[in-house]
């Protein structure tokens, strides 16, 4: 026989209180009329041989665009932080941009929330419990996995990484159809050619 010891969980009030969670602004605004009004973003595990990696997301709420992801082998602010910049330059936002996550720390972190002032971001979180709140990048990355992950095994991040880049910018943006779209892909609703 052997005794097993509990793990004693130490709760850091300080921490948690220093980094708050927002309301969920999503609630009260209006449906995006325009790409870049509303951003949502979230990050996911995926199985890689025995370890998990992570893939952060950013997706456009009005054409369910990816337009930015970012797949790393750690979890933590500075990651989910380059993806952001990364969308930033590329899609350069007018400010008041609604940016919704859930509440990871990796949003919450004093930097990410420095770099959302800074592009004058209003941010959005989940309400406790409420996952749903974030449904369109849920709904992405069950997708991506459904499609994608679970069908397959891979054994190196450079080969995960070339077939998750060809799924979201050589089929998932460009050739999905999307029912909440009018059976258009996001590029099409976008009027991108």
């Known amino acids: 026989m ?4 509990a793990h004693v969980y130490r709760r850091l009030r300080k921490l948690r209180n220093d ?16 790409e870049n009004q509303q951003w949502s973003s979230d ?7 025995k ?10 709420l009005y054409s369910r665009r990816i337009i930015s992801w970012r797949l790393g082998a750690s979890l933590s602010a500075n990651f989910a932080r380059a993806t952001l910049r990364e969308v930033f330059t590329s899609r350069k936002p007018d400010s008041g941009l609604l940016f919704h996550t859930d ?17 004058q971001v209003k941010h959005s979180m989940n309400r406790p ?3 749903t709140d974030n449904a369109e990048v849920e709904s992405f990355f069950k997708t991506l996995k ?5 069908a397959t095994s891979f054994v190196t991040m450079r080969q995960l990484r070339k077939h998750i880049k060809a799924y979201i910018e050589g ?13 258009r892909t996001p590029l099409e609703f976008e009027g991108v050619n």
């Not at 990050?43 to 041989?49: A, E, N, S």
């Not at 509440?103 to 592009?119: C, M």
């Not at 089929?171 to 059976?183: E, K, V």
């Open 2 to 5: 052997k005794a097993r010891s």
């Open 171 to 183: 089929f998932y943006n460009t050739q999905r159809l999307h029912s909440g779209l009018g059976y």
């Open 19 to 34: 980094l708050k969670a927002l309301p969920n602004y999503r609630l009260e605004a209006a449906r995006p009329t325009a």
């Open 129 to 131: 419990g409420q996952c």
């Open 146 to 150: 459904g499609e994608l992950l679970h």
């Open 51 to 60: 370890k998990y990696v992570f893939l952060a997301v950013v997706l456009d």
């Open 43 to 49: 990050v996911t595990y995926i199985k890689l041989g």
């Open 103 to 119: 509440r990871g720390i990796e949003y919450r972190a004093h930097k990410t929330q420095a770099l959302l002032k800074q592009y």
